[in-house]
């Protein structure tokens, strides 16, 4: 693109790839050319290693955009060096936006890096991308399994010694184990670069560079690829709702309000001490558009869980009265967020139309996926989350009272197109690991995690399960150590993890679990309304009317229960909770399961374990007459 077009259009708002422009880029000769927006800025230098950091090399403005074109013996990859920018006198040394490649932790420099030339090897992934997933971009639901470990790389695993292992060691032995245990894709917790490691991730500083704490830009592209290698999708938490203030950051970046909102009443999130990005400014809606095209081209990213939307759609959103000002109409929505979304969404579809973008939204907002609305793939279901935790945590005898949160969600189950979360936020800051959320001794615990789990992958919807969940990691959380794997080394802990694992098999394999999820003709109640028994039976179908009928039993006592079958036949009972290979009690149905009739058309009688959860299957082949 040529540098006046790439101007013009970076200032009017539609340079979506404003990333090939801004930065810093190696020119033919040997030379770079740089490009900083500031345009309140009396004036800019490039500093860095080079010249001792000081003010003297003058950058031109070039209508609110500055640029020079340099060349020293020192640029060259991994070179540092940032940009002065003077307004009123005060010299402010600020890391570049559209860095590709920065300083960590307590070093804020960016750094030179070229990352063109990595060799990719992932076109038959794709290929499968493309084929499966580019229906989103017609708004229909991906007839697929999707089942998400999301991760947190800095803690998932470390070396001996308490180090972080880098981008390559984690993709070789990550790779291996998401796939050993049933994923499809993995979540990964922000990677782009942030000056604080108790932040998560969540407060970045360089948008366009992954962080530097576990390699280069071209190690993180091996991650990629050998995700890929293995037929395991990547999606990557993306934050456009808030940037902290670190000094060297996008805070007020040249000498005031830029790339946040100018007035009182939108700038800043109080609560988490954070600036908020106007996004209705063009040149801000640029920066963020081209950063999720960045990822997308350059990282081959599969899909972005957009962080805290519902943040930026309410303009009283963690605000007391008097700390707003709504719309003129009184209205508390964020028109600007609004076309934001819709136009971020809308460049995805018809550049990246294989690409999930999946909305971490908590309110009854209407049309996040659906509609008109705002055109986002996917929608975390944070009701379902919070109902179904508030009904398992509970003690047996009073979950007669709470029976409704966990068929509630049937109700708009096909509203939006769902992914049922049990994420990070879900296992930190005294909310307990999932397994000691669950209610009762310790063995019991186990049980109703398995059945909860069990409840969980039967349910409509695509899955998502945090990091530790898996192997019923007992201690919270804690970013700054690795996940506790030696508690594999327990009988039941390592029994818990191969009944995920072999659930998370029975759900990749039953396409009646994922076929019509974005249609309620995949779901039906067998009986939804058994209160006092504390359990729950329905069927899920596959397209051509194949079926699986469930039973969750969350009350501690055995049941026996004659279910009706929609034909005549022999039935098999294809998993079961309390298997003791998976350190249940062995309260099993054996064999298989001929139908009876009681009345009530063709029914099998089956035992419900305690705390357990059943599956049963048409036996095909052995048909009665």
Request: aromatic letters at 16%; glycine letters at 8%.
């Amino acid at each position: 693109m040529a540098d006046n077009l790439a101007l013009y259009l970076f200032k009017q708002g539609t340079n979506n790839r404003a990333y090939e422009y801004m930065g810093a880029h190696k020119n033919e000769d040997g030379s770079y050319t740089f490009r900083v927006w500031a345009p309140n800025a009396h004036a800019v230098y490039l500093c860095g290693d080079f010249n001792g950091w000081k003010a003297d090399i003058p950058m031109t403005d070039i209508g609110g955009v500055w640029e020079i074109e340099y060349s020293h013996p020192e640029l060259a990859d991994g070179a540092r060096y940032k940009y002065i920018i003077e307004r009123d006198g005060v010299m402010r040394y600020k890391a570049d936006p559209y860095g590709y490649y920065a300083e960590t932790l307590a070093n804020t420099a960016s750094r030179i890096f070229d990352i063109e030339g990595f060799k990719w090897k992932d076109r038959s992934y794709l290929k499968y991308r493309k084929e499966k997933f580019s229906c989103l971009a017609k708004n229909e639901t991906p007839e697929v399994p999707m089942n998400i470990y999301e991760v947190h790389l800095g803690s998932w695993q470390r070396d001996d010694n308490g180090d972080y292992l880098n981008y390559r060691e984690l993709a070789d032995r990550l790779s291996a184990y998401v796939k050993r245990m049933g994923y499809t894709h993995i979540e990964l917790m922000p990677v782009a670069e942030h000056p604080f490691d108790g932040s998560w991730g969540y407060q970045g500083c360089g948008y366009y560079a992954p962080t530097s704490r576990f390699g280069t830009p071209h190690d993180f592209m091996y991650f990629v690829n050998k995700m890929h290698s293995v037929g395991i999708g990547v999606i990557m938490d993306w934050v456009p709702a808030h940037f902290p203030k670190d000094a060297h950051g996008l805070y007020e970046f040249d000498g005031g309000p830029l790339y946040e909102y100018q007035g009182w009443d939108r700038k800043e999130h109080k609560q988490w001490g954070t600036r908020c990005f106007d996004v209705a400014r063009n040149e801000v809606s640029c920066f963020l558009i081209s950063n999720v095209m960045f990822w997308a081209e350059k990282y081959h990213i599969d899909g972005f869980r957009v962080d805290a939307v519902s943040s930026m759609l309410y303009l009283d959103y963690g605000r007391d009265a008097g700390e707003w000002s709504p719309n003129p109409d009184g209205s508390n929505l964020n028109i600007q967020t609004i076309a934001f979304f819709k136009k971020l969404n809308g460049e995805m579809k018809g550049n990246y139309p294989d690409i999930m973008m999946i909305a971490e939204e908590a309110t009854s907002y209407h049309g996040i996926t659906h509609g008109d609305g705002l055109g986002f793939s996917f929608k975390w279901n944070m009701g379902w989350m919070n109902d179904t935790l508030k009904y398992a945590e509970a003690d047996p005898i009073y979950r007669k009272d709470l029976h409704t949160k966990m068929n509630f969600s049937l109700m708009y189950a096909y509203k939006e197109r769902y992914i049922l979360p049990i994420s990070h936020d879900e296992v930190v800051h005294g909310k307990k690991s999932l397994v000691d959320k669950m209610t009762g001794n310790y063995h019991n615990k186990f049980a109703t995690a398995r059945t909860y789990l069990g409840y969980m992958m039967t349910h409509p919807g695509k899955k998502l399960l945090f990091m530790g969940c898996e192997f019923a990691q007992f201690r919270e959380w804690d970013y700054e150590n690795s996940l506790e794997w030696f508690m594999l080394d327990y009988d039941m802990h390592a029994r818990y993890q191969r009944y995920v694992s072999e659930l998370n098999a029975l759900y990749l394999n039953e396409k009646a679990l994922w076929q019509q999820d974005g249609s309620p003709l995949g779901f039906e109640w067998i009986d939804a309304d058994r209160n006092n028994d504390n359990t729950y039976l329905y069927r899920r179908y596959a397209k051509d009317g194949s079926y699986l009928t469930v039973v969750t039993n969350f009350a501690p006592v055995e049941r026996e229960y004659v279910i009706p079958v929609k034909e005549k036949g022999v039935y098999s009972e294809i998993f079961n909770s309390d298997n003791t290979n998976y350190g249940g009690g062995g309260c099993i149905n054996y064999g298989l399961l001929s139908t009876v009739d009681y009345g009530l058309g063709p029914c099998i009688k089956i035992k419900i374990p305690p705390s357990g959860f059943t599956v049963i299957k048409k036996f095909e082949g052995n048909d009665e007459e």
